[in-house]
Protein backbone atom coordinates (compact mmCIF):
# COMPACT_ATOMS: atom_id res chain seq x y z
CA UNK A 1 0.00 0.00 0.00
CA UNK A 2 1.21 3.24 -1.05
CA UNK A 3 1.17 5.86 1.71
CA UNK A 4 1.50 9.75 1.45
CA UNK A 5 3.22 11.44 4.20
CA UNK A 6 2.61 15.93 4.38
CA UNK A 7 5.78 17.22 5.19
CA UNK A 8 6.47 20.43 7.20
CA UNK A 9 6.06 22.38 3.63
CA UNK A 10 2.34 22.24 2.41
CA UNK A 11 3.39 21.04 -1.27
CA UNK A 12 5.89 18.52 -0.46
CA UNK A 13 5.18 14.91 0.37
CA UNK A 14 7.05 11.80 1.10
CA UNK A 15 5.30 8.54 -0.40
CA UNK A 16 6.37 4.99 1.47
CA UNK A 17 5.42 1.63 0.33
CA UNK A 18 6.20 1.65 -2.97
CA UNK A 19 9.40 0.16 -4.61
CA UNK A 20 9.88 1.47 -7.84
CA UNK A 21 11.96 -0.73 -9.16
CA UNK A 22 9.08 -3.03 -9.97
CA UNK A 23 6.80 -2.13 -12.64
CA UNK A 24 3.91 0.68 -11.71
CA UNK A 25 0.92 -0.52 -11.44
CA UNK A 26 -2.15 1.54 -13.09
CA UNK A 27 -3.38 1.87 -9.56
CA UNK A 28 -0.58 3.07 -7.98
CA UNK A 29 0.81 5.81 -11.09
CA UNK A 30 -2.97 6.98 -10.87
CA UNK A 31 -2.16 7.73 -6.94
CA UNK A 32 0.67 9.09 -7.79
CA UNK A 33 -0.86 11.26 -10.39
CA UNK A 34 -3.70 12.49 -7.72
CA UNK A 35 -0.89 12.93 -4.58
CA UNK A 36 0.58 15.33 -7.52
CA UNK A 37 -2.29 16.67 -7.75
CA UNK A 38 -2.24 17.31 -3.97
CA UNK A 39 1.11 18.36 -3.38
CA UNK A 40 3.13 19.54 -6.63
CA UNK A 41 6.37 17.63 -5.68
CA UNK A 42 6.99 13.67 -4.06
CA UNK A 43 9.37 12.82 -2.33
CA UNK A 44 10.30 8.42 -2.75
CA UNK A 45 13.57 7.18 -0.38
CA UNK A 46 15.74 4.50 -0.72
CA UNK A 47 14.74 3.32 -4.55
CA UNK A 48 17.62 1.98 -6.07
CA UNK A 49 16.37 2.56 -9.62
CA UNK A 50 18.93 1.74 -12.66
CA UNK A 51 18.77 3.44 -15.72
CA UNK A 52 15.89 0.88 -17.70
CA UNK A 53 13.75 1.11 -14.32
CA UNK A 54 13.56 4.76 -14.26
CA UNK A 55 12.73 5.09 -17.72
CA UNK A 56 10.07 2.74 -16.91
CA UNK A 57 9.12 4.58 -14.30
CA UNK A 58 8.59 7.71 -16.57
CA UNK A 59 6.61 5.61 -19.00
CA UNK A 60 4.33 4.26 -16.95
CA UNK A 61 3.18 7.72 -15.77
CA UNK A 62 3.21 9.73 -19.48
CA UNK A 63 5.07 10.20 -22.72
CA UNK A 64 9.05 10.86 -22.33
CA UNK A 65 10.55 13.64 -23.77
CA UNK A 66 12.60 12.58 -26.94
CA UNK A 67 14.85 15.41 -27.17
CA UNK A 68 17.97 16.56 -24.85
CA UNK A 69 17.74 20.02 -24.79
CA UNK A 70 21.53 20.59 -23.73
CA UNK A 71 24.84 21.89 -25.45
CA UNK A 72 26.81 18.87 -27.19
CA UNK A 73 24.31 16.34 -26.11
CA UNK A 74 26.29 13.78 -28.45
CA UNK A 75 28.74 13.86 -26.16
CA UNK A 76 26.56 12.39 -23.37
CA UNK A 77 27.72 10.14 -20.66
CA UNK A 78 25.00 8.20 -20.58
CA UNK A 79 23.52 5.77 -23.81
CA UNK A 80 19.85 5.98 -23.30
CA UNK A 81 18.67 9.40 -24.73
CA UNK A 82 15.76 8.77 -22.49
CA UNK A 83 17.24 10.48 -19.48
CA UNK A 84 19.19 13.24 -18.68
CA UNK A 85 23.05 13.55 -17.10
CA UNK A 86 22.63 16.05 -14.47
CA UNK A 87 25.89 15.22 -13.30
CA UNK A 88 29.22 17.02 -13.65
CA UNK A 89 31.35 13.49 -15.18
CA UNK A 90 32.48 13.79 -18.71
CA UNK A 91 32.16 10.23 -20.86
CA UNK A 92 35.16 8.39 -19.16
CA UNK A 93 33.89 9.33 -15.52
CA UNK A 94 36.23 12.11 -14.55
CA UNK A 95 34.89 15.36 -13.09
CA UNK A 96 34.44 18.08 -16.00
CA UNK A 97 37.08 20.60 -16.32
CA UNK A 98 36.31 24.54 -14.96
CA UNK A 99 36.06 25.43 -18.57
CA UNK A 100 34.10 22.63 -20.12
CA UNK A 101 31.70 24.38 -22.15
CA UNK A 102 29.00 21.81 -20.51
CA UNK A 103 29.35 22.74 -17.43
CA UNK A 104 29.52 25.95 -17.92
CA UNK A 105 25.99 25.57 -19.92
CA UNK A 106 24.57 23.25 -16.63
CA UNK A 107 25.57 25.83 -14.44
CA UNK A 108 22.56 27.20 -15.46
CA UNK A 109 20.43 25.04 -13.44
CA UNK A 110 21.25 26.95 -10.05
CA UNK A 111 19.03 29.49 -11.89
CA UNK A 112 15.13 28.82 -11.18
CA UNK A 113 13.28 27.17 -13.58
CA UNK A 114 10.60 25.19 -14.92
CA UNK A 115 12.22 22.32 -16.90
CA UNK A 116 11.58 22.24 -20.78
CA UNK A 117 9.36 25.52 -20.33
CA UNK A 118 11.33 26.71 -23.72
CA UNK A 119 9.98 23.92 -25.34
CA UNK A 120 6.53 24.43 -27.40
CA UNK A 121 5.02 21.23 -25.76
CA UNK A 122 6.87 21.76 -22.31
CA UNK A 123 7.80 19.26 -19.02
CA UNK A 124 4.63 17.95 -17.44
CA UNK A 125 7.06 15.36 -14.16
CA UNK A 126 10.47 15.86 -13.42
CA UNK A 127 11.92 12.52 -11.71
CA UNK A 128 15.77 13.27 -10.67
CA UNK A 129 17.09 9.95 -9.61
CA UNK A 130 20.00 10.43 -6.95
CA UNK A 131 22.86 7.74 -7.61
CA UNK A 132 25.84 9.56 -5.86
CA UNK A 133 26.34 12.59 -4.18
CA UNK A 134 28.58 14.78 -3.08
CA UNK A 135 29.56 14.88 0.98
CA UNK A 136 28.06 17.71 1.42
CA UNK A 137 25.83 20.43 0.12
CA UNK A 138 24.15 20.64 -3.16
CA UNK A 139 20.20 20.59 -2.57
CA UNK A 140 17.88 20.77 -5.00
CA UNK A 141 15.12 23.61 -4.51
CA UNK A 142 11.22 23.32 -5.28
CA UNK A 143 8.89 26.48 -5.07
CA UNK A 144 5.28 26.36 -5.48
CA UNK A 145 3.83 28.26 -8.09
CA UNK A 146 0.64 27.93 -6.85
CA UNK A 147 0.32 29.54 -3.30
CA UNK A 148 2.93 32.07 -5.21
CA UNK A 149 0.11 32.76 -7.29
CA UNK A 150 -2.70 32.74 -4.49
CA UNK A 151 -0.47 35.14 -2.64
CA UNK A 152 -0.23 37.91 -5.63
CA UNK A 153 -2.69 40.76 -4.80
CA UNK A 154 -5.93 40.92 -6.95
CA UNK A 155 -4.50 44.04 -9.19
CA UNK A 156 -1.39 42.35 -9.77
CA UNK A 157 -3.45 38.86 -10.57
CA UNK A 158 -5.72 41.20 -12.94
CA UNK A 159 -2.29 42.77 -14.77
CA UNK A 160 -1.02 39.63 -15.36
CA UNK A 161 -3.68 37.18 -15.98
CA UNK A 162 -3.26 36.89 -19.21
CA UNK A 163 0.41 37.77 -20.89
CA UNK A 164 1.96 35.60 -22.96
CA UNK A 165 5.99 35.44 -22.47
CA UNK A 166 8.57 33.95 -24.69
CA UNK A 167 11.24 31.14 -23.30
CA UNK A 168 14.26 29.93 -24.55
CA UNK A 169 17.01 28.41 -23.30
CA UNK A 170 19.47 31.26 -24.79
CA UNK A 171 17.96 33.66 -22.22
CA UNK A 172 18.02 31.92 -19.09
CA UNK A 173 22.24 31.32 -20.07
CA UNK A 174 22.47 34.74 -21.12
CA UNK A 175 21.73 35.75 -17.37
CA UNK A 176 24.79 34.12 -16.25
CA UNK A 177 27.19 35.76 -19.18
CA UNK A 178 27.37 31.94 -21.21
CA UNK A 179 26.57 33.64 -24.81
CA UNK A 180 29.01 31.03 -27.20
CA UNK A 181 25.91 29.39 -29.10
CA UNK A 182 26.79 27.29 -32.22
CA UNK A 183 24.45 28.30 -35.35
CA UNK A 184 22.81 25.22 -34.99
CA UNK A 185 22.31 25.72 -31.12
CA UNK A 186 21.14 29.18 -31.90
CA UNK A 187 18.32 27.42 -34.39
CA UNK A 188 17.36 24.88 -31.60
CA UNK A 189 16.80 27.25 -28.94
CA UNK A 190 14.87 29.41 -30.74
CA UNK A 191 12.62 30.85 -28.62
CA UNK A 192 8.61 29.68 -27.57
CA UNK A 193 5.64 31.16 -26.52
CA UNK A 194 3.89 29.99 -23.18
CA UNK A 195 1.29 31.45 -20.92
CA UNK A 196 2.33 33.52 -17.77
CA UNK A 197 -0.48 32.19 -15.27
CA UNK A 198 -1.42 28.27 -15.90
CA UNK A 199 -4.94 27.03 -14.50
CA UNK A 200 -4.99 23.30 -14.14
CA UNK A 201 -8.28 21.60 -14.44
CA UNK A 202 -7.58 18.76 -12.19
CA UNK A 203 -7.11 20.96 -9.80
CA UNK A 204 -9.05 24.19 -10.27
CA UNK A 205 -6.36 25.93 -9.47
CA UNK A 206 -3.98 28.50 -10.60
CA UNK A 207 -0.33 28.83 -10.74
CA UNK A 208 2.41 31.56 -12.07
CA UNK A 209 4.97 29.66 -14.63
CA UNK A 210 7.65 31.37 -14.31
CA UNK A 211 11.37 30.15 -15.35
CA UNK A 212 14.52 31.90 -15.83
CA UNK A 213 13.97 30.86 -19.70
CA UNK A 214 11.57 33.87 -20.11
CA UNK A 215 13.32 36.87 -21.76
CA UNK A 216 10.22 38.83 -23.55
CA UNK A 217 6.56 39.76 -22.89
CA UNK A 218 4.64 39.39 -25.84
CA UNK A 219 3.64 43.12 -26.74
CA UNK A 220 5.83 44.88 -23.86
CA UNK A 221 9.31 46.72 -24.33
CA UNK A 222 12.02 44.47 -23.12
CA UNK A 223 13.57 46.38 -20.00
CA UNK A 224 9.52 46.64 -18.56
CA UNK A 225 8.92 43.07 -19.34
CA UNK A 226 12.47 42.04 -17.58
CA UNK A 227 11.83 44.03 -14.53
CA UNK A 228 8.34 42.86 -14.39
CA UNK A 229 9.67 38.77 -14.61
CA UNK A 230 12.34 39.68 -11.94
CA UNK A 231 9.72 41.65 -9.21
CA UNK A 232 7.31 37.95 -9.96
CA UNK A 233 10.44 35.98 -9.54
CA UNK A 234 11.48 38.01 -6.34
CA UNK A 235 8.05 37.20 -4.54
CA UNK A 236 8.04 33.39 -6.06
CA UNK A 237 10.94 32.40 -4.68
CA UNK A 238 10.20 33.86 -0.95
CA UNK A 239 11.52 31.06 1.77
CA UNK A 240 7.86 30.98 2.38
CA UNK A 241 7.19 29.07 -0.71
CA UNK A 242 10.45 27.00 -0.84
CA UNK A 243 10.98 23.44 -0.15
CA UNK A 244 14.96 22.63 0.05
CA UNK A 245 15.34 18.60 -0.60
CA UNK A 246 18.11 17.52 0.98
CA UNK A 247 20.07 14.38 -0.96
CA UNK A 248 20.53 10.69 -0.05
CA UNK A 249 21.68 8.43 -2.37
CA UNK A 250 18.66 6.83 -3.97
CA UNK A 251 15.53 9.51 -3.68
CA UNK A 252 14.08 9.81 -5.86
CA UNK A 253 12.52 13.44 -5.96
CA UNK A 254 9.50 14.07 -8.63
CA UNK A 255 8.00 17.39 -8.99
CA UNK A 256 5.47 19.27 -11.33
CA UNK A 257 6.88 21.85 -14.01
CA UNK A 258 3.39 23.14 -14.37
CA UNK A 259 3.25 24.38 -10.91
CA UNK A 260 6.35 24.40 -9.39
CA UNK A 261 9.77 25.54 -10.34
CA UNK A 262 13.11 24.23 -8.86
CA UNK A 263 17.25 25.54 -9.07
CA UNK A 264 20.52 23.35 -8.06
CA UNK A 265 22.43 25.04 -5.50
CA UNK A 266 25.95 25.10 -5.84
CA UNK A 267 28.67 22.52 -4.14
CA UNK A 268 32.36 21.97 -4.84
CA UNK A 269 31.98 20.63 -8.05
CA UNK A 270 35.05 20.51 -9.18
CA UNK A 271 36.24 18.39 -6.73
CA UNK A 272 33.56 15.70 -5.76
CA UNK A 273 31.10 13.73 -8.38
CA UNK A 274 27.38 14.30 -8.33
CA UNK A 275 25.81 12.01 -10.39
CA UNK A 276 21.90 12.26 -10.68
CA UNK A 277 19.66 11.49 -13.79
CA UNK A 278 16.83 12.71 -14.45
CA UNK A 279 13.31 11.38 -16.47
CA UNK A 280 10.86 14.09 -17.82
CA UNK A 281 7.24 12.96 -18.92
CA UNK A 282 5.82 15.71 -21.40
CA UNK A 283 2.83 17.93 -20.99
CA UNK A 284 -0.23 17.27 -23.05
CA UNK A 285 -0.04 20.57 -25.05
CA UNK A 286 1.55 24.26 -25.28
CA UNK A 287 0.07 26.50 -22.44
CA UNK A 288 -1.67 28.45 -25.31
CA UNK A 289 -3.84 25.72 -26.07
CA UNK A 290 -4.63 25.72 -22.37
CA UNK A 291 -7.64 27.59 -20.63
CA UNK A 292 -6.26 30.96 -18.42
C1 LIG B 1 17.05 19.20 -13.22
C2 LIG B 1 17.63 20.22 -12.32
C3 LIG B 1 18.69 20.49 -10.17
C4 LIG B 1 19.75 19.80 -9.38
O1 LIG B 1 17.41 18.03 -13.10
O2 LIG B 1 16.19 19.57 -14.04
O3 LIG B 1 17.40 21.38 -12.51
O4 LIG B 1 19.85 20.06 -8.16
N1 LIG B 1 18.36 19.74 -11.30
O5 LIG B 1 20.51 19.02 -9.97
MN1 LIG C 1 15.77 21.55 -14.10
Redesign the pocket.
Known amino acids: MLTVTPTTETFVAEVTGIDLTRPLTPEAAAQIDAAMDTYAALVFRDQALDDAQQRALGEALGTIEATRATVDAEKSRLKDKTL?D?SNLAPDGSILAADARRRMFNLG?QLW?S?SSFKAIPAKY?M?HARVIPPKG????VADMRAAWDALDPEMQEKIRDLVCEHSLLYSRQLLGFTEFTEAERASFAPVQQRLVRYLPSTGRRSLYLSSHIGRIVGWQVPEALALIRDLMEHATERRFVYSHQWRVNDLLMWDNRTTM????PFDDKKYP?D?R?V?IMDVASTLAQAA
Open positions: NINHDSLAPTEHRARRMRT
